[in-house]
C-alpha cells in the first residue's frame, strides 16, 4: 500500500522525474498523491486527489513555465507520494508529503504510526499546530521538536524511536539538500546511480535508471547528502556498512510493452516464469525439505492469494510427502502461538515479502525459536531477511494488483518441496517441466478466443460459485479472490462437498458454477456435485481435461496430475481479467486495493 519514491542528485528537473517514479508504482494502490522538492532554500508542495497516471505537468498549476522546478541548485532534491488513506478522509490536506508550519521540515510516510494520538496531545501543548487529520504529521512535528535541540539527523532518530508501529520515512529540510530515510516493517529500497541516489517502496520506481540497490534494514537511518550516503543503526547509534546489490529485473519487464495491461501480460509469462521457478539451485529446495520432514510440527501462512497457495500446500504435503501440517492466514497466525516452539518450522508465502499480516506471524514465530521458511518474490524483502531459509520463485516483477505468475510459481515451488521431502526431488521436477511445456496451449490468442465467449454470457450477471475438491478447493478460493479483484462480481470459492450442506439453496436458474475437475480421486464425486447443481438450474462451466455430459461449457486444461491446482487456475486469470475488461474495471488496479498489503 502507498508509494514513495525520492531522488537527489544531478538530474535536473527532479520534481518531474519523482512524479514519473510515482506513476510506476501505481499498482501499489493509493487515492491521491503529491510532491515537495527544493528550489534554493524553499520547499515547493503539490498535492492532488486522484490518479496521478492521468496528471500532466505541462499545462497544469504546476507547470515549469510558471514555477522553476529544482533548477536554481547544483544539487536536486524532491520526494513523492501517492497515498492510501487510513487516518483521515482522501482529500488535499490529508494527502502526502506532510510539513511543519513554516514548511521546515517536509516529509512522506508509509505504515502507521499507533501511538499518534499521545504525540500529538503532547506536541499540540508544545504549541504546535496541525492542519491535516493525519497521523503522518504528527512524525514532522516531532522531527521538528528534537531538531530545537539537535541536527537534522539526529532529530529525525530521536523521533522514531518514540514512534511506535510500522514505518518507512524519507524526510527533508529548508537549511539544506539533506535527506534522510529511515524505516521499521515498511520496505524502502535506495537506487545507487553515479553520485545520485533513488528512495522507493519497490524497485520499479527507479528501474529505467538504474538496477544497484541497497535495503534499508529496520531500525536503519539513511543520510544522504551531497553525493554521499552513510547509514546508521537507530538503536545502537553506530554507522553500519551496506552491501550494494545488483539485481536481474531489467525495465523492459516491468513495463507493458505490446499488451494493454499488465495482468494479462502477467498471464502470458507464466511459461517463462514457471521454467525460472523450477530450474534453480535444487540444493536450496532439498535442504528446506530435510528441515521440514526433521520439524516437529509444520506451519503454513500467507493472507490473501498467497494464504491459498498455502491451503494447497496442505494438501500436497499430505498426498505426495505423507506430512501432516497446519495452514493458518497470517491475520489468524496469533491463536497458535501456543503451539509453536523450537522444533516448530513456518513456512511463508509471500509475492512482495512485505505483507504486514505474515511478517507480525513470523516475529511472533521468530520470539518461539520456531525456524522459518519464505517463498517469495523479492528476495531481500522483510521477511526473507527475517528468515532461516529463502526459496525465490523468480517470477520477475509482478504489477498488476491481482497476482497470478507469481502464484502459479509459488505452486511451483511448494510442489518441489512436497516432492522433495518424499525423496523424488526429480520426479517432481520433470512432473512440473511436462506441466510447463503444456502451458503453452494455454497462454495463446486462440484459448483466449474461446474464454472470451463464456466471458461475453456472464459478464452481467450479479453472484457466481467456484467448486472444487481435494487440492483444487484451495484453487476454487482463490479463483473466487481473482473474480472479485477485477470483475467486482459476487464470487465465492467452495468444497464441493459442501454444497448439499448450504450453499447449494443459492442455486438458481441460469446461476454461473466454475467446476474444477482434475484425473484424481475427486474426479467422480466433483462431477456428481455438478449435475446436482444443474439440476437445480445452474449454469456449469468445466475446467477440465476432458469434456462431460455435465458440463454446459467447458474449458480444457491439460491433465497433469499432481500439478493439476497450477493448470486449473490460469484459465480463470483469463476469465477474471476479459470480465474486468468487458465490465470496462481497470484490470491492473483494482478499487480499493493494493498489490503490497504493508499495513495492518
Known sequence: MCGIFAY?????????LVIEGLKRLEYRGYDSWGIAYKSGKDIHIHKEVGKIGEFKIEGSKFDPSNIAIGETQDTQVAIGHSRWATHGGVN????????????????????????????????????????????????AHL???????????????LAMQEMEGRYAIVVINKQNNQIVAARKGSPLIIGVGEKEFYIASDIPAFLPYTNKVIYLDDYQIANINEGKIKFYDTQKREEVEKRIIEIDWDEESAEKGEFPHFMIKEIMEQKDSLSRAINQDPSIIEKVAKEIRSAGSIYLTGCGTAGKVAMVAQYLFGEVSKLQSHFYFGSEFLSQAGFLNKKSIVIAISQSGETADTMEALEMAKEKGAKIVSIVNVENSSMARISDFVIPIKAGPEK???????????LAILTLLAYAMDGGII?????????????????????????????????????????GRGKNYPIA???????????????????????????????????PVIALVSNDQHKKDILSNSIEIKSRGGFIIGIAPENDEAFDFWIRV??????SPIVNIIPVQILAYQLAVLR??????????AKSVTVK
Request: charged letters at 25%.
Open 92 to 139: 488535499e490536506k490529508n494527502a502526502h508529503p506532510h510539513f511543519t508550519e513554516d514548511k521546515d521540515i517536509v516529509l512522506v510516510h508509509n505504515g502507521i504510526l499507533e501511538n499518534y494520538k499521545e504525540l500529538k496531545t503532547y506536541l499540540q501543548k508544545r504549541g504546535h499546530k496541525f492542519i491535516s487529520k493525519t497521523d503522518t504529521e504528527v512524525i
Open 427 to 467: 520426479i517432481g521436477k520433470q512432473l512440473l517441466i511436462n506441466t510447463t511445456s503444456q502451458i503453452n496451449d494455454m497462454v495463446n490468442p486462440r484459448y483466449e478466443d474461446h474464454i472470451m465467449k463464456i466471458a461475453k454470457k456472464i459478464k452481467d450477471i450479479e453472484s457466481m460459485y467456484i467448486i
Open 477 to 511: 478460493l482463490e479463483s473466487a479472490i481473482k473474480l472479485q479483484e477485477v470483475s467486482y462480481i459476487h464470487a465465492e470459492g467452495f468444497a464441493g462437498g459442501e454444497l448439499k450442506h448450504g450453499p447449494i439453496a443459492l442455486i438458481s436458474q441460469g446461476t
Open 143 to 157: 522531527i521538528e521538536e528534537h531538531a530545537q535541540n539537535h541536527n537534522f539527523e539526529e532529530a529525525a532518530r
Open 584 to 593: 470496462k474495471n481497470n484490470p491492473d488496479m483494482p478499487r480499493n486495493l
Open 400 to 410: 498488476a494488483v491481482a497476482s497470478t505468475k507469481a502464484t502459479s510459481s509459488q
Open 8 to 16: 537527489t542528485g544531478k538530474k535536473k528537473n527532479s520534481a518531474k
Open 558 to 563: 491439460p491433465d497433469t496430475g499432481e500439478t
